[in-house]
C-alpha cells in the first residue's frame, strides 16, 4: 500500500514537473500601460479589434503610432500601419511587462487616460465605417492632424486642429467611376448612409466634409496618376 503511494505521487509530481506553464497570449496584455523605460513612446493601449489585435501609442499626449500585435512564444511583434514592424521578447510580471530582459519595461496603467481622444472609439466608428467598402485597401492608416471650421456664432467660424486618424486608398477610374465626380458622389451618399450630414463649410476643391454629432470626416480625391485617384480619409472627434 506504502508503494502505491509513493508511486502515485512520484506520478503527480513528474506530472506536474512535465506541464509547461501558460503562455502568453495577445489577451494577456489586452490594457493600457504607462512606459517606465526605454520605449519610443509614454503609452500604449493593447485592444482587441475585427481582424485580430491591435494597438496605439501615444507620445506627447498624441498619437504616435497605430497597428496590429501578436504575441507568440514570449515574442510580441508590433506591425505599425507605417509599414515598420518590431519584435521584443516579453515577459509579465504581476503589472509590469518586460521586454528585452529589462531594456523596456510598462506598467499597467489604471485610470482613464485624458489624452486619447476617444481614440478607441474612433478607431471603432472608422472601421463600421470602411466595411461598406469592402472593394478598396485601406491598410495605409495612420494618426493625422488636420484643420476643421467650427460654428462658434450663428454666422461665425474659427479653424480648430483635430487629431485623428487618416486613411489612404487608390480609387481606378472606370465602370461606374469614370471621372472623380462620380467617386465623390458615390462616396458622399454611403458617409450619408452612416448617418452623417454634409458640412460644407469644411468643403473645399476636391474636397467634401461630413459631421455626425462630434465625429467629422473629411474625403479628399487627388489625381496622382492616369485613370487612378488617390483617396484620403481623415476621422476625428471635436471635442
Not at 514592424?85 to 528585452?100: A, G, M, P, T, W
Not at 476643421?148 to 479653424?159: N, W
Request: with cysteine; hydrophobic share 40%.
Amino acid at each position: 500500500m506504502k508503494s502505491l503511494v509513493v508511486i502515485s505521487l512520484l506520478t503527480i509530481l513528474t506530472f506536474s514537473c512535465n506541464q509547461e506553464p501558460a503562455g502568453l497570449t495577445e489577451k494577456s496584455i489586452i490594457g493600457s500601460w504607462e512606459c517606465v523605460l526605454g520605449c519610443d513612446a509614454e503609452f500604449y493601449i493593447f485592444s482587441k479589434s475585427k481582424n485580430g489585435y491591435s494597438y496605439i501609442s501615444y507620445k506627447n499626449e498624441k498619437i504616435f503610432k497605430t497597428g496590429d500585435y501578436q504575441l507568440t512564444d514570449s515574442v510580441l511583434a508590433l506591425s505599425s500601419a507605417d509599414g515598420t514592424s518590431k519584435n521584443f521578447l516579453v515577459e509579465l510580471r504581476n503589472d509590469s511587462l518586460i521586454l528585452e530582459k529589462g531594456t523596456h519595461i510598462l506598467k499597467q496603467y489604471i485610470e482613464k487616460t485624458d489624452f486619447s481622444n476617444h481614440t478607441e472609439e474612433l478607431i471603432v466608428g472608422m472601421e463600421d465605417f470602411l466595411a461598406v467598402f469592402p472593394n478598396f485597401d485601406f491598410a495605409d492608416q495612420r494618426p493625422v492632424d488636420f484643420t476643421y471650421q467650427v460654428r462658434v456664432f450663428e454666422d461665425q467660424y474659427e479653424p480648430i486642429n483635430i487629431e485623428g486618424i487618416g486613411v489612404i486608398t487608390n480609387v481606378p477610374l472606370g465602370g461606374d467611376f469614370i471621372t472623380a465626380d462620380d467617386v465623390m458622389k458615390s462616396i458622399a451618399n454611403v458617409i450619408r448612409e452612416q448617418g452623417f450630414t454634409p458640412d460644407p463649410q469644411n468643403d473645399s476643391k476636391n474636397c467634401r466634409a461630413f459631421m455626425n454629432e462630434n465625429m467629422v470626416v473629411i474625403v479628399h480625391l487627388s489625381e496622382n496618376e492616369p485613370n487612378k485617384l488617390s483617396m484620403e480619409i481623415n476621422f476625428g472627434f471635436i471635442d
